[in-house]
């Protein structure tokens, strides 16, 4: 959540961030009305035990009438403390969950809009342009024996796959290039759980908007994660960290789920939207002051991938209105897709500022010693998707692909895969 300060002292920051992101700012006045309605009852409160706590101290003394009336007067005082500490509970509860849905702080470089809003930043390499008619990652795929589609619907229903044979391995190859690269740039490299508890979905801020799109096994009260962001992020839930010697970073191998509530008829074909995928995913605890820093960063380390893979991309700031709820400013980079002649979004990288720290308590000491909110951020390092972009824009006339030479030694030295049969 965003720091209950900002809504106090700069209530208009937080309108024009609803505006921008096209949500309702009428919550801003809602809440300060919320907050002022609890901040009076936990003020009566409190001045009601006050008085009660010095009537206590005259009842012993008194004698006679004089002390029958103080305890009618403390039996009265005590039904006022009951029923403002009511007030103040029911008003601190209504405050709380209408606070937990504003989603975060927008930032003022964003540019404002909806999805197709964004700003291109930069591109990188020129369209891939063949002499012959390519075919798409699908059609590439099922001649090199590399997916299963069919079977994958049959077991499990429409957009679950197999990966078979050189697809297991690209996928493989992929991710081990992905987890050598976060380890020569100091990350820790963890394996996360699939399933987390409602806490920890919440407080990542998947449970608004984007609920409809996580799985939920209610039976056992936990989600399916569809990124390791989500573990990652309550890793250091309700701890201090020491972040005197910069920021901790983590690289976390998962398999993600998503529901892809809304999406039929949108990239439905293949791999490229599906229900479930395997991803390493960079997360990154830092002093709020260093976030934007760790930003550019993440940025740069998912450009650094793309690199290895030799495929034109462009980087984009995403548009208020396409934020997640916890993303204060988010970069995506994507590929140039021949067949369908469009980009497509490979990485992400997500500035959450002290959003999700804040609903999970996770504080470092600044150098007085006192706790602070920690800043969180995070970015994609690889995906099954990459596997999309690679075999369109290195595919040969043939049906054979060329495999980018960085990625030749995570796929056992092939230099170039050959349909199967051949």
Known sequence: ???????????EAVRASQRARGEDEGVVDKLLGLDSRRRSAIAAADRLRNEQKTLGKQ??????????ALLATAKDLSAQVKAAEAEQNESSEEFDQLFRTLPNLVHPSSPIGGEDDFAVLKHVGEPTKFDFTPRDHLELMEGLGAVDMERGAKVSGSRFYFLTGVGAQLQLGLLN???????????VPMITPSLVRPEIMGGTGFLGAHSSEVYQLRDDDLYLVGTSEVPLAGYHADEILDLNDGAKRYAGWSSCYRREAGSYGKD???IIRVHQFDKVEMFVYARPEDAEAEHERLLGWEEQMLAK???????IDTATGDLGTSAHRKFDCEAWIPTQETYRELTSTSNCTTFQARRLSVRYRDENGKP?????LNGTLATTRWIVAILENHQLEDGSVRVPEALRPFVGGREVLTPSGR
């Open 59 to 68: 009842i012993p003394k008194a004698s006679g009438e004089e002390k029958a």
């Open 372 to 376: 602070q909110t920690a800043a969180t």
């Open 268 to 270: 439905t074909r293949g």
């Open 1 to 11: 959540m965003i720091d209950p300060r900002t809504l106090r002292e700069d209530p």
């Open 177 to 187: 290039m992905a987890i050598a690269q976060a380890l020569e740039n100091g990350f």
């Open 309 to 315: 893979i030799e495929v034109p991309y462009r980087v």
